[in-house]
């Protein structure tokens, strides 16, 4: 059980402390959903720089009725007769893909630098406190050991400072200007 994130950080949301939202706070921008067309399994974005970028809101849900992948199908007609062909007949379904249970968040290095950064160094005290050290593995995975067991009102601040540390160490280590992930919800 739990929620994971990954990408150019990865790891799991703290049980019932972190929000999958959690690093918008610090100035991590949401960049919406994805979704799957069904039976092909191509990818759809609701965002830009993609083949199969739609012009909607910024809703995750604000996918136009009656789309189709055009990479496989000529039509929607075309699309959704082979569901139903894979459910049965009497499916009545009318969508030809579904929202998969992730979003993706974007961090660039002057964001965190005004919001991220001035949390780390407000709460220096606290993590020397509690935190022995935290490591990191090749694919940007924390892990951490703690001085002693944290208290309930230091809990979310210091799960919050492990993700920020992470993607502090992503910037430092690869030299990107932007740290991208997906997280569940
Ligand atoms: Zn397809």
Known sequence: MGRW??????????????????????GAKELGCE????????????????????????????????????????????????????????????????????????????DFEEYALPFIKKHRCLWERFVEKIEFSDCVEYDVTFKKELEKETISIIADLCML???QHYFKESGEYQCDWVGEY
């Open 35 to 110: 979704a799957t067309f069904a039976c092909c399994g191509c990818s759809v974005h609701n965002k830009n720089g993609d083949p199969y970028m739609f012009e909607t809101d910024d809703s995750c849900f604000g996918l136009p009725d009656k789309i189709y992948c055009w990479n496989c199908y000529d039509s929607y007609e075309e699309h959704i007769a082979e569901i139903k062909e894979e459910n049965g007949m009497e499916s009545e379904t009318e969508n030809t893909y579904y929202i998969d249970q992730e979003i993706h968040y974007s961090m660039n290095q002057d």
């Open 5 to 26: 994130y990954h990408g150019d950080i990865n790891g799991k949301y703290w049980f019932a402390v972190q929000g999958t939202s959690c690093m918008e706070s610090y």
């Open 165 to 167: 540390k992470q993607i």
